[in-house]
Nanobody
Framework: QVQLVESGGGLVQAGGSLRLSCVASGNIFSHAVMGWYRQAPGKQREVVAYISSGGSTSYADSVKGRFFISRDNAKNTVYLQMNSLKPEDTAIYYC??????????WGQGTQVTVST
């Protein structure tokens, strides 16, 4: 089992910034990819960004140049720096990763609300 706890969400005005954190514990696979997803009301969950254990990153087109993912392997933590936020970024943000058996786990999510 892997436990993931996200934090850092909140209410911010358009153009503002937030930094999300996700701490992993339990049967962590040290070489696992860690990712951020989001789900807006009435929409399917979508990938936002993910990062390999070596630091390679990938982003959804909608957030490229505005969001930046990073990780601290020593702290088992993944971050999502979100800049130039838009109302359409409003969603619940989830992090995920795998354990050593390649089973995927999700956090409980953190709400991000961007006002106009």
């Amino acid at each position: 089992q892997v436990q993931l706890v996200e934090s850092g969400g909140g209410l911010v005005q358009a153009g503002g910034s937030l930094r999300l954190s996700c701490v992993a514990s339990g049967n962590i696979f040290s070489h696992a990819v860690m990712g951020w997803y989001r789900q807006a009301p009435g929409k399917q969950r979508e990938v936002v960004a993910y990062i390999s254990s070596g630091g390679s990153t990938s982003y959804a087109d909608s957030v490229k140049g505005r969001f930046f993912i990073s990780r601290d392997n020593a702290k088992n933590t993944v971050y999502l720096q979100m800049n130039s936020l838009k109302p359409e970024d409003t969603a619940i943000y989830y992090c995920n990763t795998q354990d050593s058996d390649s089973t995927w786990f999700w956090g409980q999510g953190t709400q991000v609300t961007v006002s106009t």
